[in-house]
Nanobody, 119 residues
Framework: QVQLAEFGGGSVQTGGSLRLSCVAS????????MGWFRQAPGNRREFVAS????????IYADSVKGRFTISRDNAKNTVYLQMNNLKPEDTAVYSC????????????WGQGTQVTVSS
């Protein structure tokens, strides 16, 4: 029932910016938080950022602190990831995920959107 869709990926040069969007749908479902994850070729999927829908808990991976900002529009069921000062090591497929309750894992995933940062 929970469906997620990411938008906004693309190619950018080092130092550039992109803004990703994740739209959540599913009617009557309740969810606690949304997160952004990424996976580069040959690497495991890693956590990037997350935010509860209430905004009382916002977490960033150390690798993106000061450069990425997660935000939300509760009325539109949309979560954003503003990515500034992009680096080649940020190149990955970025996926959003939903956490239904505070004690559950992120079990609902979008299909991902490619972000490529060139030197």
């Amino acid at each position: 029932q929970v469906q997620l869709a990411e938008f906004g990926g693309g190619s950018v040069q080092t130092g550039g910016s992109l803004r990703l969007s994740c739209v959540a749908s599913g009617g009557t479902f309740s969810h606690y938080a949304m997160g952004w994850f990424r996976q580069a070729p040959g690497n495991r999927r890693e956590f990037v950022a997350s935010s509860t829908w209430s905004g009382d808990s916002i977490i960033y991976a150390d690798s993106v602190k000061g450069r990425f900002t997660i935000s939300r529009d509760n009325a539109k069921n949309t979560v954003y990831l503003q990515m500034n000062n992009l680096k080649p090591e940020d190149t990955a497929v970025y996926s959003c995920a939903a956490q239904i309750t505070s004690t559950s894992p992120f079990n609902y995933w979008g299909q991902g959107t490619q972000v490529t940062v060139s030197s």
